[in-house]
């Protein structure tokens, strides 16, 4: 179980880096779009320091892999999200992001409600030591293609308002919360492939996941979500939209993911009360958060570039 807490917290560290470099790399790209696919994995597969975010994502990639062998879905949520805080001061060193006072307490808030998840793992339920194995592969599809159609709707939408001149810039919550519903479905794939890694023989372990569903539904995500995750960090804060995005695949893979892999929710009343309330904040304040940026809009065009990092 250890083994498990220590590569969460290292995927943390992983995926914050990563997120951070490559929303470095990208502010000094032209400005990519998710209709110009090609041009957009041009440009980035140009420059090394985008490759080197990417390489830090794909190490906390196979750190993930060990998490969801060793611990309980809601219980690797619960310590990814911690990875907002390291994700926060980076991208305030680094990025010279500053978050609004409204953001920091939203954020704040996020923390606290996620911290009521993990508190619903304590006790001496066998749900804190459980991990769930299997889920039905007709299931998996009823949860996860529905997810994916929807992302990608929410997506286009926030990208037909965003092209609206009057409008003032998005912070990023639609863009965050459709990629944040991605990556949740490919959080549960990254989980069912886990569960392929000590089966038997290597070969027949790989033929067993090649006959599921969750290789495939990793290279929709896998696709879709470089494109649409990369035009959304280059236009909007990575302070801001990074954590949206965490909370939603967290909240996304804690629930149906518990749900689909069978894994046991809290019996005592206590327990419950705090996941049910946990999550319930957590999307109130998702819904309540800012949703043009007041900070890009108040600064010039020179004053813009000026601060964009080099």
Same mark, same amino acid.
């Given at each position: 179980?250890?083994?498990?807490? #220590?590569?969460?917290?290292?995927?943390?560290?992983? *995926?914050?880096?990563?997120?951070?470099?490559? !929303?470095?790399?990208?502010?000094?790209?032209?400005?990519?779009?998710?209709?110009?696919?090609? !041009?957009?994995?041009?440009?980035?597969?140009?420059?090394?320091?985008?490759?080197?975010? +990417?390489?830090?994502?794909? &190490? %906390?990639?196979?750190?993930?892999?060990?998490?969801?062998?060793?611990?309980?879905?809601?219980?690797?949520?619960?310590?990814? @999200?911690?990875?907002?805080?390291?994700?926060?001061?980076?991208?305030?060193?680094?990025?010279?992001?500053?978050?609004?006072?409204?953001?920091?307490?939203?954020?704040? &808030?996020?923390?606290?409600? /996620?911290?009521?998840?993990?508190?619903?793992?304590?006790?001496?339920? $066998?749900?804190?030591?459980?991990?769930?194995?299997?889920?039905?592969?007709?299931? =998996?599809?009823?949860?996860?293609?529905?997810?994916?159609?929807?992302?990608?709707?929410?997506?286009?939408?926030?990208?037909?308002? #965003?092209?609206?001149?009057?409008?003032?810039?998005?912070?990023?919550? $639609?863009?965050?919360?459709?990629?944040? @519903?991605?990556? %949740?479905?490919?959080?549960?794939? =990254?989980?069912?492939?886990?569960? *392929?890694?000590?089966? %038997?023989?290597?070969?027949? &372990?790989?033929?067993?996941?090649?006959? +599921?569903?969750?290789?495939? /539904?990793?290279?929709?995500?896998?696709?879709?979500?470089?494109?649409?995750?990369?035009?959304?960090?280059?236009?909007?804060?990575? +302070?801001?939209? @990074?954590?949206?995005?965490?909370? @939603?695949?967290?909240?996304?893979?804690?629930? /149906?993911?518990?749900?689909?892999?069978?894994?046991?929710?809290?019996?005592?009343?206590?327990?419950?009360?705090?996941?049910? #309330?946990?999550?319930?904040? &957590? =999307?109130?304040?998702?819904? #309540?958060?800012? !949703?043009?940026?007041?900070?890009?809009?108040?600064?010039?065009?020179?004053?813009?570039?000026?601060?964009?990092?080099?």
């Amino acid at each position: 179980m250890w083994w498990g807490v #220590a590569a969460a917290l290292l995927a943390n560290v992983l *995926y914050s880096t990563g997120f951070v470099l490559e !929303k470095r790399a990208l502010a000094a790209l032209p400005q990519v779009t998710v209709r110009e696919p090609a !041009k957009l994995l041009r440009l980035v597969l140009g420059s090394p320091l985008w490759i080197g975010g +990417s390489l830090s994502l794909a &190490a %906390g990639f196979a750190a993930q892999l060990v998490v969801y062998r060793t611990l309980p879905i809601a219980a690797a949520q619960g310590i990814f @999200v911690s990875g907002l805080v390291l994700l926060v001061l980076l991208s305030a060193r680094l990025l010279g992001e500053e978050t609004t006072g409204r953001e920091r307490y939203a954020l704040g &808030a996020i923390l606290a409600a /996620l911290l009521m998840v993990v508190l619903s793992l304590r006790g001496d339920g $066998e749900d804190t030591v459980t991990v769930g194995s299997e889920a039905p592969y007709p299931l =998996i599809l009823l949860v996860c293609v529905p997810s994916l159609a929807a992302g990608v709707w929410l997506y286009g939408s926030a990208e037909r308002r #965003a092209r609206h001149r009057h409008r003032l810039p998005t912070t990023g919550v $639609e863009y965050g919360v459709a990629v944040g @519903v991605l990556y %949740g479905v490919s959080s549960l794939a =990254i989980k069912g492939v886990s569960n *392929y890694l000590t089966a %038997g023989g290597i070969s027949e &372990a790989v033929l067993d996941l090649l006959r +599921s569903p969750y290789p495939y /539904l990793l290279l929709f995500t896998g696709a879709f979500g470089l494109v649409m995750s990369q035009a959304a960090l280059q236009r909007c804060r990575a +302070s801001l939209i @990074v954590p949206v995005c965490t909370t @939603v695949t967290c909240l996304y893979t804690a629930v /149906l993911g518990t749900l689909s892999f069978g894994e046991a929710l809290p019996q005592e009343p206590l327990r419950l009360a705090l996941r049910l #309330a946990g999550t319930a904040l &957590a =999307i109130t304040v998702l819904l #309540a958060m800012p !949703k043009h940026d007041r900070q890009a809009a108040a600064q010039p065009p020179v004053a813009a570039k000026e601060l964009t990092p080099p």
